[in-house]
């Protein structure tokens, strides 16, 4: 990777400490009898190749449990990554959001921009993204699970960002996973995913991972686990970037985006637009 790459990605790297710096910003905390070490998405969850860079409690007290994380991984991809990991327990709900939105805010100013998701977290959410110009290929997720607050960021080179953004939605579906199976959650709150058992991670099987195999990065990640949506048997399962089924009757698997669908059957793989 060219010199200027690698020190925009470090510069980048850098940021997830000044999120948790921000995050922390604010009335003091009430949550310390969580570790938030605990609630992080530890490395050996990256898979193969990823490494720990730097791990921080930089501004942590008793009453403000905070926790970020660097990981990077130099040789298994075709240029170098990192992952930042931020969790911060707020003392309630409504300040998690305050905390997201200042987070949110704060780094539309030094120039990312966020577009607001509804499948992650329990309020306000968002992904953003650095300009295709920046050189360096960046996504962010800022949300809550209850009252912890999550930062995920992803970085790599500009020619894989495809696959930057996939790995990096994984990576938050996975910390979102992580803190509601472990955090003390009031029982009055809905479940994660219907379809999911407690601290199950969303993944592609059987013929999911299949199709996913031939789209890769265009089938984006799952955000859910595959349910039966009908009494004949057919599934269903959400992603980042669309909805995959499977038609039991026909034994055919299907991904549609909304402006195309792809279908894998015994013939192969046949490609519709509405």
Not at 23 to 39: H, I, K, N, S
Not at 108 to 118: L, R
Not at 160 to 185: F, H, K, M, P
Request: contains cysteine.
């Amino acid at each position: 990777m060219h010199r200027s790459h690698c020190l925009r990605m470090a510069s980048l790297a850098a940021a997830s400490t000044f999120f948790a710096a921000l995050l922390l910003a604010g009335p003091a905390f009430a949550q310390p009898t969580r570790d938030p070490r605990e609630l992080t998405v530890p490395v050996s969850d990256l898979g193969a190749g990823w490494v720990v860079t730097e791990e921080s409690t930089r501004g942590s007290t008793p009453d403000v449990p905070a926790f970020s994380a660097s990981y990077s991984n130099l040789r298994g991809y075709r240029a170098p990554r990192v992952a930042q990991l931020a969790v911060v327990l707020a003392a309630s709900v409504e300040q998690a959001d305050r905390e997201v939105e200042g987070a949110r805010q704060a780094t539309e100013a030094n120039g990312i921009p966020f577009e607001p998701t509804t499948w992650l977290g329990d309020g306000p959410a968002y992904r953003g993204a650095a300009p295709s110009g920046s050189g360096v290929a960046t996504t962010i997720y800022l949300f809550r699970v209850h009252a912890a607050v999550a930062v995920v960021l992803e970085a790599g080179n500009v020619a894989e960002a495809s696959a930057v953004d996939e790995q990096a939605t994984a990576i938050a579906v996975a910390q979102q996973a992580r803190l509601r199976g472990r955090l003390d959650i009031p029982v009055t709150l809905a479940p994660p995913y219907a379809s999911c058992a407690p601290e199950q991670i969303p993944e592609f099987a059987f013929g999911f991972a299949a199709l996913k195999e031939q789209l890769g990065a265009t089938m984006g990640a799952p955000i859910e686990c595959e349910r039966v949506v009908n009494g004949e048997g057919d599934t269903s399962q959400r992603t980042s970037t669309g909805v995959a089924s499977y038609q039991r009757a026909s034994n055919a698997v299907l991904f549609g985006n909304g402006a195309r669908t792809w279908t894998l059957d015994a013939g192969g793989i046949v490609v519709t637009v509405p």
